[in-house]
């Protein structure tokens, strides 16, 4: 039977990675902050599922919660990581970006260091980070989101470089959603925003498939291509 941890899994895309590893008859742990959810999760599944109440900003704690379920599962298959917050901000409230950084920079990148180095001991292992199609250029309606996705797609794509240099058995995948239908999702003029459960199988499936990076759902490939080739006065007008 194969293990996973989701840091991240009480709701949204981490919640439906969950439930389908869990269909999958995986071993699963999942973390987050709210307690209730992760005894919902737990009350609803039969199988084996271990839950851990984990604040990825509280750095100091960090290491020994994720220690923890590696303890009691003792060999790890699968990361996935997709905590995450965002909020619209143009008006640059720093008690926004604060958190923003807080979690999606200094928090992600703990998780990542931790997690890496804990895979590469083992020997083996694959790590998903759930970075975002937003990583691509900067957004004026969420600055700190959208270069906080940019820290972690390069944060994840230097752990694969790593990993190829030391010819370690380890995999690394960068899943790049552009609109899934969960709280995440804000502003105006949305499209193209995808089931929750659509993005998750699809999120699967490139996990399966052991990709590198892959855009979710399919067709943002074609929003990501057209953002990375237009010039910066497109951008300045959107
Ligand atoms: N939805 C989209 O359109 C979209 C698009 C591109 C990328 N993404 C990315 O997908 C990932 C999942 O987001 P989602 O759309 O599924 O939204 P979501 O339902 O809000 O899920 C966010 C998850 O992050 C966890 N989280 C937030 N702050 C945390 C913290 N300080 N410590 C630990 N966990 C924390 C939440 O758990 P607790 O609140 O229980 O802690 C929750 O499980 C995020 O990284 C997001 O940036 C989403």
């Not at 994720?66 to 298959?77: A, G, Y």
């Not at 969420?142 to 230097?158: G, V």
């Amino acid at each position: 039977m194969q293990k996973a941890i989701i840091i991240g899994g009480t709701s949204g895309i981490g919640r439906g990675l969950a439930e389908i590893l869990i269909e999958k008859d995986w071993t699963v742990a999942i973390t987050g902050r709210r307690t209730d959810l992760l005894n919902e999760i737990k009350g609803n599944s039969k199988n084996r599922i271990l839950i851990q109440e984990h604040d990825i900003t509280e750095i100091n704690n960090s290491d020994d919660k994720m220690e923890s379920l590696f303890s009691q599962l003792k060999v790890v298959d699968l990361v996935i990581v997709s905590s995450g917050v965002s909020e619209l901000n143009q008006e640059l409230n720093w008690e926004i970006e604060n958190k923003v950084i807080k979690t999606n920079v200094n928090g992600i990148a703990k998780v990542y260091e931790f997690m890496f180095s804990k895979l590469k001991k083992q020997g083996h292992g694959h790590l998903v980070g759930i970075s975002s199609i937003a990583s691509l250029r900067g957004n004026r309606y969420c600055p700190s989101y959208s270069a906080s996705k940019a820290f972690q797609a390069n944060y994840l794509e230097a752990l694969r470089c790593i990993a190829k240099n030391e010819k370690l058995d380890l995999k690394i995948t960068d899943v790049q959603p552009g609109l899934v239908d969960t709280p995440m999702a804000k502003g105006e003029g949305l499209f193209w925003v995808a089931p929750v459960k659509k993005a998750s199988y699809q999120i699967y499936s490139a996990i399966l498939k052991q990709k590198k990076k892959v855009y979710i759902t399919k067709r943002w490939r074609l929003i990501a291509w057209i953002m990375k080739i237009a010039p910066s006065w497109v951008l300045e007008k959107m």
